[in-house]
C-alpha cells in the first residue's frame, strides 16, 4: 500500500501562503515595468516579442502589467481549483478530489525519496506549489490569445494587424516573475538552513574545517576551507540569478519561437506553429520540474542531517 501523505498537505491552505509570496514579488518587483518596457518597446523594423511586459494600467506608481495579470489569472484559478476539490472531503475521493490528491500525493512521494521524510514534512509545502504554479503558468501561455489579442497597429503594404501590445502574456517570459520566486525560496533556504544547523552551525557549515587533521596540515585546511567558503557564499548568491534566467530564458525563448513560426508563412500561421506547441508544453512540464529538483537539492544540501534518511 502507498503511503499517504498527511491530510493537511492536501489542504488549499497549503496553496495560499506561497501564491501570495508570488504575487507580492511579481507586484514590488515588476513596479519599473513600465520604465523598462518604454525602453525596450519593439520598434516598426523589430517583429519579436518584447522582453520586458507591457503596462497595462496604473495605480498611483503601481503598475499593472499583462505578465501580472496572468499570474494573477493562474494563481486564483488554483486557488479557487482547490477549495472546489477539497470542498467536502470523501473516503472516497472521485472527480475533482481524486485528482487534487492523486496529484499531491505523487509530488510528496517523489520529493520524499529526493530529500527525505523529514525534511519533506517542512518544505513540501514551498515545493509542490512551486512545481504546481510554475506548470500552470508555463501552460496557459500556450492558451490561444495569451499574445495575440491586444492592441497594435496595421503593418505597411497591407500586411497582417501586428500585435504592439498583448493584454496577457505568459508570467514565466517575465524576469520579474522569476527573479521573485527565486529570491522567495532564496529566503526560505536562509531559515532552513538556520533551523537545521543554527547561526553558528551555519557559518561552520561554509568555512569549517572538513576531516581530522592535525598540526601544520590543520592550518592550512583552516586557510582552504575559508577560501572554498567564500566560493561557496558566491555561489549561493547567484544560486537565484541563475534560477530565474534559466527559468525565464526557455518560456521567453519558446513564445519567440511560436511567434517566428507563426509567422514564416503567414497563409500557414494556424498550421505550421502546432508541432511545437507540443515540444512547448514538454518544455513547460521539464522546467517546472527543473525549478523544484533544483531548489529541493539546493536545500538537501544545507539541511544534510535533516534529509539522510532519505538514503537508509
Given amino acids: 500500500m502507498p503511503k499517504t501523505p498527511p491530510t493537511a498537505f492536501v489542504s488549499p491552505r497549503r496553496l495560499l501562503p506561497m501564491l501570495a509570496f508570488c504575487l507580492f514579488m511579481a507586484m514590488s518587483l515588476g513596479a519599473s515595468a513600465d520604465q523598462i518596457s518604454a525602453a525596450a518597446a519593439p520598434t516598426p523594423e523589430e517583429h519579436h516579442i518584447p522582453r520586458f511586459a507591457v503596462p ?11 505578465s501580472m495579470l496572468v499570474t494573477w489569472i493562474v494563481a486564483a484559478a488554483l486557488i479557487l481549483f482547490a477549495q472546489y476539490a477539497t470542498r467536502d472531503i470523501k473516503q ?5 478530489q481524486n485528482f487534487w ?23 513540501f509545502w514551498f515545493f509542490a506549489t512551486v512545481f504546481i504554479f510554475i506548470l500552470c503558468t508555463n501552460w496557459f501561455g500556450l492558451i490561444p490569445g495569451v499574445g495575440t ?5 496595421q503593418a505597411p503594404q497591407g500586411g497582417l494587424f501586428e500585435i504592439t501590445r ?28 538556520i533551523q537545521a544547523h543554527g547561526i553558528g552551525g551555519f557559518i561552520l557549515h561554509l568555512f569549517g574545517p572538513k576531516g581530522d587533521t592535525k598540526g601544520l596540515m590543520k592550518v592550512v585546511m583552516i586557510f582552504v576551507f575559508l577560501v572554498v567558503g567564500i566560493l561557496e557564499v558566491v555561489s549561493i548568491l547567484f544560486r537565484p540569478i541563475s534560477l530565474s534566467f534559466r527559468l525565464y530564458g526557455n518560456i521567453f525563448a519558446g513564445e519567440n519561437m511560436l511567434e517566428a513560426m507563426a509567422k514564416l508563412v503567414p497563409s500557414l500561421a494556424w498550421l505550421i506553429p502546432v508541432p511545437f506547441y507540443f515540444m512547448e508544453l514538454m518544455v513547460g512540464f521539464v522546467q517546472a520540474l527543473v525549478f523544484m529538483l533544483l531548489t529541493a537539492v539546493f536545500t538537501l544540501l544545507i539541511c544534510q542531517d535533516e534529509g539522510h534518511d532519505a538514503h537508509h
Avoid: Q
Fill in 56 to 66: 497595462l494600467a496604473h495605480i498611483g506608481p503601481f503598475v499593472i502589467t499583462n
Fill in 92 to 96: 472516497i475521493p472521485t472527480g475533482a
Fill in 101 to 123: 490528491e492523486w496529484l499531491v500525493e505523487s509530488l510528496y512521494n517523489f520529493l520524499e525519496s529526493v530529500i527525505g521524510h523529514k525534511l519533506v514534512k517542512k518544505t
Fill in 149 to 153: 489579442i491586444g492592441w497594435g497597429r
Fill in 166 to 193: 498583448p493584454l496577457l502574456r505568459g508570467a514565466n517570459a517575465d524576469l520579474n516573475m522569476t527573479l521573485g520566486m527565486s529570491t522567495i525560496f532564496f529566503a526560505c533556504w536562509i531559515v532552513w538552513a
